[in-house]
């Protein structure tokens, strides 16, 4: 089982930055994949970014030139790097990763509990 954490969340004006890490522990067999969601007030939840173990990454076009996913592959951590950030940015922040069971490598997904950004004048 994997349990994420998330960090860094926040209250930032507009056209400020932001930091949000997460990081993986548990067992497990391996981790393919760890991204970021967010869900706004009466809105669905939708992807921000995502990071494969190989390094590709995709962004949503709405944040894309704006955020930055990385990952540290010793660490099982992910982070988003957070600029210009806009009021249609305020939402409940989400860590996932996608990875494998330590017996039978079953392909499993885990959740964090969330992180509240806010970008408000």
């Known amino acids: 089982q994997v349990q994420l954490v998330e960090s860094g969340g926040g209250l930032v004006q507009p056209g400020g930055s932001l930091r949000l890490s997460c990081a993986a522990s548990?067992?497990?067999?391996?981790?393919?994949?760890m991204g970021w969601y967010r869900q706004a007030p009466g809105k669905e939840r939708e992807l921000v970014a995502t990071?494969?173990?190989?390094?590709?990454?995709n962004y949503s076009d709405s944040v894309k030139g704006r955020f930055t996913i990385s990952r540290d592959n010793a660490q099982n951590t992910v982070y988003l790097q957070m600029n210009s950030l806009k009021p249609e940015d305020t939402a409940v922040y989400y860590c996932?990763?996608?990875?494998?069971?330590?017996?039978?490598?079953?392909?499993?997904?885990?959740w964090g509990q969330g992180t509240l950004v806010v970008v408000s004048s």
């Open positions: 990071f494969t173990r190989r390094g590709t990454t």
């Open positions: 548990g067992s497990f067999f391996g981790i393919s994949a």
């Open positions: 996932n990763a996608a990875y494998q069971d330590s017996i039978y490598r079953r392909p499993l997904d885990a």
